[in-house]
């Protein structure tokens, strides 16, 4: 059974940093495509961050030069390390994960960046 699960989220000043997590189970990180997407309110849901077979990464230009998405295969969990965070990153953050052709959701975590 596939479950993912976020932790890390908080609130924090703009120029600070977070970690976010996801521990991922019933599957390896390091064996799939996993993501990060955001939600602001009244926004459409937006990728922020992949990485496949814990190699290849992509992150959406607004985060470019600042976040990091990397995998742990000895945890089993995805990460998603912000620097200089803006107010414009204040979202809910979800990982993702697409296994063996069907897209598992954690339930989110909470970043909210004050000016």
């Known amino acids: 059974q596939v479950q993912l699960v976020e932790s890390g989220g908080g609130s924090v000043q703009a120029g600070g940093s977070l970690r976010l997590s996801c521990a991922a189970s019933g599957f390896t990180v390091g064996s799939y495509c996993m993501h990060w997407y955001r939600q602001a309110p009244g926004k459409e849901r937006e990728g922020v961050a992949s990485?496949?077979?814990?190699?290849?990464?992509g992150y959406v230009d607004s985060v470019k030069g600042r976040f990091t998405i990397s995998t742990d295969n000895a945890k089993n969990t995805l990460y998603l390390q912000m620097n200089s965070l803006k107010p414009e990153d204040t979202a809910m953050y979800s990982c993702a994960a697409n296994v063996r052709g069907n897209l598992y959701w954690g339930q989110g975590t909470q970043v909210t960046v004050s000016s």
């Open positions: 990485i496949c077979t814990g190699t290849t990464t």
